[in-house]
């Protein structure tokens, strides 16, 4: 484990890092565009300079490995001023296009003109004119002007989706990054070239000028998939969300995120929800608020004994299965519950990537959870019950992602014949509004509004924050259920304490809650 | 004082043939060599204080040392790209004498233990791919080339691979690039090739001239290499002569050899009515010297360092006064801005600005600011990149604007040439 | 519709097996492929060759650009590249190209209307001490001067 001084500051690495690799570990600042963790090293844009004591020339931090000693410094003038010859050769060709970049905001060449310090072109002569609004594929457009050819998107085709349909043609500054004939780029994982390019030369159809960066607030959380469980980033604002990008998470993801994933978030928006809960009754169908259409439907839940199921999908947390089986069985009184398992027979396929059969993020902590409780019924048992009329009334808990729910219409049609339905539901879906009986339909949170944990396929739990609400009307299943159950409901803190948090921005917000102590009490609804 | 080390019988009708080749004594040094351990064969050639002849003049003895000293099978390449403007003693060499680099490489490929081998032609040189391709041939059918070699045990194929139009090719990680069937981009460097090259594993790249000149070392050993040339740039290296010069051609002269000299007596000096005005001494990459400069400079390594220029390749190109700087130095801009790889933003993007400059200036378009500017760029495209081709496109703008500048300001002022008359466009389109 | 032919396919096969590594391939079959065409690559012959050496399209493509050797677009029966680096611009090399391009009555990078002639500027070609000089095709022509050129060229069909 070599020992190293960048900076000034010593610091121990795994024995043949490089520079670069030393520094991003310790939390070092350099400017860079072609290297990236998860990809090969390429070397190209040669803006990572570094001064190693003893040699007299300006070296790059990606491809220099570090020896026993050795004294590294990105500070000095000398190495200053190559990086702003690097930056300057960068920007001679590039197209002045910010004003309509989606990439402003969070531009490599933004970032790093603004750091080297705003000066004035010296270039005068006429930039060279590339290919502009190039369609790629399905879901990416190429700028190659604005291109700078660091090659992390042709290394992500040909060593991550190992799909090659990236190539750089020509020579020089005539070099463009392009597909061939026939061959776009549409393989699972392409829009991740588009997080990677370090500029707005490769941009997103889905996001492409739908908003502006810095109107955009971000939340970590996971997706909900797959059991995969990515660890994602979501940005949004009081408009919804906008755009999914990964985190990076060296046990569960890496750096990557499927682009099937990525477009989920759609569901989630206001345009797509449940607002109001609605009752169908003698073929008309009310509208009314979650918690009066509860308390009705409390009245033929609570106590109902055996005559009652619990239909159960795997896209909740686990601490919502925790108290929805108790309340379930303590005041439902019911041990009817059953797991609506809908990729049973997939969940063990993998890409060899990141996708997986099972398109529920949380079936292992479903689970679980019905182990604990003691609750093995079958879907059979289901069917044979409200074949029989046994079953009266059957509560579900729906899937999030519709997307993936292939059983969905053949799973409401079976339900439908249950006398009185409870169907909670985050995201529209007509199905649901051509049911027969006696239904209601319950509007839920999405797991974006709420905290929690899933596990996933490998039995790794991952706990998640509330990202923020777009459907303040909604209950998440705890609510509900305590509803059901004839409870009133309280804002519970997760704890008496207050927690402290380090973003800014939510120490603002709680000193405004606290303040605002109406708004932290809501009484009954 | 031109001298026949290695072009002693080249002016024989058929001495690329085997026949004509063993007629002179062809392979005799092989089935020498064959005799010795590859380590005497080495350090032969490491007391020859022979440097490579393709341009960069590293000791090829001590290239060769960088190999791992293991039974790992490593590949022995020669770069007969021969792109460097200026150049074209490589292609003499395989026209009239294929066999003497074929046996250069086999004795080279027992001294560094490698069993296979590839000659990397140009493209362009389409005869003499043919050519090689005939007399690899011939070799094998005497056994000197395949298995147990002439029944010493040791094997070595050899195959000739032609290019298809590439200048950065020369650089030896773009020919192994080439050779792998990528584009000829280079690679970074560490690794190294002598630890990691042609398909990841050891390689040495030598020029045609390096490999050829190990047989006569061998021949006559390293001590009578040494008598020719100087003590620290031994032995003889072919210059190809050509520019504004009576007679040119391509000379093997010892190094150390005062150019003025080689310019006056093997290029018969000026045209009538013409003066000295400008010599590259070693291909365009190398910085260009002033008629009084060239009075100073010899023939060999160190003097033309001295001088702030370099030997390269030993292509010695003539300017008189007939032609105007500028517009040369136009004329290597647009070169480096066609052959850049690509791949590296100051190469990719200064080799382009440069040209752009150049071209502004050529039209009558310039600005006094360029003047400077041209030298800014340059500067910084020097040290920063995977390979040379960013130095060899900085430095003759650099030796060029700063030996020239009154030729370049007076374009600028006036619009047009100061010694030509006219902007470029009226030149040429 | 572009095809290869028999004796085409066999000898990019046989190049296939020639070399450590069937990618080392691509540059020799490219141009047995381009001598079937016309003496041009076309993207049917890319893909052609993609298909026939179970190499991705984009590879190969990427090779295809990346040489000057390879031509992107028709060019005459007689292909005149003229040298117009500095051992030929010192020796009258861009005046001969521009003379060739009057009396062949042809722009650079155009070929002429009967398809006989394409004519070119190109870097050095390693024949500086015999400049001025051209490559037609696969030959050199060299120590010429306006009037040796134009006998050559007007020579050849």
């Known amino acids: 484990m070599p020992k190293c001084t960048i900076n000034g500051q010593e610091i121990e690495v795994p024995a043949g890092s490089t520079i670069i690799e030393a520094m991003h570990g310790s939390g070092q600042h350099i400017a860079h565009y072609c290297w990236h963790p998860g990809l090969s090293v390429a070397g190209v844009c040669r803006l990572c300079m570094v001064e190693i004591e003893g040699n007299p020339r300006v070296q790059i931090a990606c491809n220099t490995a570090v020896t026993e000693g050795m004294k590294i410094n990105n500070t000095s003038a000398k190495v200053k001023e190559a990086a702003k010859w690097g930056l300057d050769f960068h920007l001679i060709n590039h197209p002045l296009d910010c004003p309509i970049c989606d990439q402003a905001g969070e531009c490599g060449l933004q970032d790093q003109y603004m750091e080297f310090g705003k000066y004035d072109p010296e270039m005068a002569e006429r930039k060279v004119k590339k290919h502009k609004v190039v369609d790629l594929g399905p879901t990416v457009v190429l700028d190659s002007e604005r291109c700078i050819l660091c090659s992390r998107c042709v290394r992500f085709t040909t060593e991550v989706s190992k799909t090659n349909e990236l190539g750089i043609f020509n020579r020089g500054d005539r070099s463009e990054i392009g597909v061939v004939e026939g061959k776009p780029l549409d393989n699972k994982y392409s829009v991740n070239t588009v997080d990677i390019c370090p500029v707005g030369a490769l941009t997103s159809k889905d996001f492409r000028f739908r908003q502006r960066v810095w109107y955009l607030k971000d939340a970590d959380t996971v997706c909900n998939g797959c059991s995969t469980g990515c660890n994602v980033k979501t940005y949004f604002n009081r408009e919804g969300l906008f755009r999914v990008k990964p985190v990076h998470n060296k046990d569960v993801n890496g750096y990557w995120m499927c682009d099937e994933g990525r477009n989920l978030y759609q569901y989630a928006n206001r345009e797509h929800r449940y607002v109001k809960a609605m009752h169908r009754e003698n073929g008309a169908w009310t509208e009314m608020t979650p918690g009066a259409a509860a308390k009705e439907i409390a009245k033929f839940v609570k106590g109902a004994g055996d005559k009652a199921a619990l239909v159960l999908t795997g896209q909740y947390t686990n601490e919502e299965y925790a108290r929805v089986l108790q309340l379930w069985s303590t005041e439902v009184k019911s041990k009817k519950v059953y797991h609506w398992n809908s990729h049973e027979k997939t969940a063990a396929d993998f890409d060899g990537l990141l996708i997986r059969g099972d398109k529920n993020p949380n079936t292992k902590g479903l689970q679980a959870a019905l182990q604990q409780h003691q609750l093995s019924g079958t879907w059979a048992e289901l069917e044979a019950g409200l074949q029989s009329g046994q079953i009266h009334t059957v509560v579900v808990a729906g899937p999030e992602n519709l997307q993936f729910a292939a059983d969905f219409e053949a799973k409401v049609a079976l339900i439908n014949k249950a006398k009185k339905v409870v169907w909670m539901q985050t995201a529209k879906h007509a199905a649901l509004e051509k049911m027969s009986t006696d239904v209601w339909i319950m509007p839920m949170k999405s797991y974006l509004e709420k905290d929690g944990t899933f596990v996933n396929y490998s039995g790794r739990a991952q706990n998640f924050k509330r990202v923020t609400t777009i459907v303040s009307e909604a209950l998440n299943l705890t609510e509900a259920m305590e509803l059901f159950a004839g409870n009133q409901l309280t804002i519970r803190p997760q704890s008496d304490v207050l927690v402290e948090s380090d973003r800014p921005a939510d120490r603002v917000r709680l000193e405004h809650r606290k303040k605002n102590e109406f708004v932290f009490r809501r009484g009954p609804l | ?429 | 519709m572009f095809q290869l032919s028999a004796s085409a396919q066999e000898k990019i096969r046989s190049e296939m097996k020639r070399y450590e590594t069937k990618e080392s391939a691509i540059i020799p079959s490219l141009f047995v492929a381009q001598k079937e065409n016309n003496g041009w690559v076309s993207d049917e012959v890319l893909q052609a060759l993609a298909k026939l050496m179970e190499i991705p399209h984009s590879r190969i493509h990427e090779v295809f650009k990346f040489y000057t050797m390879f031509n992107q677009k028709p060019v005459g029966r007689n292909h005149v590249q003229v040298c117009t680096n500095i051992s030929c611009a010192v020796n009258g090399g861009r005046e001969l190209a521009d003379h060739v391009c009057k009396e062949l009555k042809v722009g650079y990078e155009e070929m002429t209307d009967d398809g006989r002639f394409s004519v070119s500027k190109v870097e050095c070609l390693g024949s500086c001490t015999t400049a001025p000089m051209m490559q037609v095709n696969e030959k050199y022509y060299e120590n010429l001067t306006p009037e040796s050129a134009m006998n050559i060229l007007r020579g050849l069909k």
Not at chain 2, 297 to 307: K, V
Not at chain 2, 364 to 378: E, H, N
Request: charged content about 25%.
């Open chain 2, 1 to 429: 004082m031109e001298t026949k080390l290695l072009t002693e019988h080249y002016h024989v009708e058929n001495f690329h043939t085997l026949t004509g080749y063993q007629a002179k004594g062809g392979y005799e040094v092989l089935k020498k060599a064959l005799k010795l351990q590859p380590q005497q064969i080495i350090d032969e050639v490491k007391a020859s204080g022979l440097r490579g002849r393709g341009g960069a003049g590293f000791p090829t003895g001590t290239k060769w040392g960088f190999l791992p000293k293991n039974n790992e099978p490593r590949y022995l390449l020669c770069n007969a790209d021969e792109g460097e403007p200026g150049t074209c003693k490589d292609r003499v060499m395989m026209e009239r004498a294929p066999h003497q680099l074929i046996e250069g490489m086999v004795i080279s490929g027992h001294a560094v233990g490698s069993k296979k081998g590839y000659i990397y032609v140009r493209g362009e040189y389409v005869h003499v791919i043919r050519i090689l391709e005939t007399a690899v041939k011939e070799a094998y059918a005497a056994g000197f080339l395949g298995k147990n070699i002439l029944g010493s045990g040791l094997d070595f194929d050899l195959d000739v691979y032609g290019g298809a139009g590439a200048y950065i090719v020369g650089e030896e990680t773009g020919l192994i690039s080439s050779l792998e069937g990528d584009k000829g981009q280079p690679k970074l460097k560490p690794p190294f090739p002598a630890v990691q090259g042609y398909l990841r594993k050891p390689t040495i790249v030598n020029n045609v001239e390096t490999l050829a000149a190990v047989v006569p070392i061998l021949k006559d050993g390293a001590a009578a290499y040494r008598k020719y040339g100087t003590e620290k740039s031994p032995g003889t290296k072919l210059f190809s002569l050509s520019g504004n010069i009576v007679r040119p051609g391509n000379y093997e002269v010892p190094l150390g050899y005062s150019l003025s000299d080689f310019i006056q007596k093997e290029g018969g000096g000026m045209r009538p009515g013409r003066k000295l005005k400008a010599v590259i001494p070693g291909g365009s990459s190398a910085p260009v010297l002033t008629a009084d400069e060239v009075a100073k400079a010899n023939l060999d390594y160190e003097s033309l360092a001295g001088l702030g220029s370099m030997l390269g390749s030993g292509a010695v190109i003539v300017i008189d006064d007939s032609q105007c700087m500028v517009d040369l130095l136009g004329v290597l801009m647009h070169f480096y801005h066609h052959e850049s790889c690509g791949q590296c933003t100051p190469c990719r993007e200064g080799t382009g600005w440069l040209d752009k400059i150049l071209h502004s200036i050529l039209e009558g378009k310039g600005r006094l600011q360029d003047i400077d500017l041209l030298l800014k760029v340059a500067d910084n495209m020097k040290g920063r990149t995977i390979c040379a081709l960013s130095d060899a496109a900085a430095l003759p703008v650099l030796s060029f604007v700063t030996k020239f500048r009154d030729e370049f300001e007076y374009f600028v002022r006036e619009g047009r040439s100061k010694v030509k008359g006219k902007a470029h466009a009226q030149m040429h389109h």
